[in-house]
């Protein structure tokens, strides 16, 4: 899945099912454990109440 050059963030949070705020969540937990990812999108902290 990930090995698909021409998907984008957005298509690929649309194919796990999931919210794109949901994945920069867990991408930006995994930067404070260390891990080097680029985030694509900033993180609001209200996302879970919508």
Do not use: V
Not at 6 to 19: G, I, K, Q
């Amino acid at each position: 899945m990930a090995h698909n050059e021409d998907l984008d963030y957005f298509s690929l949070c649309s194919t796990l099912n999931s919210t794109p705020e949901l994945m920069s969540f867990k991408l930006y937990s995994l930067t404070k454990r260390g891990q080097a990812y680029h985030m694509p999108m900033e993180i609001q902290s209200n996302f879970l109440a919508k």
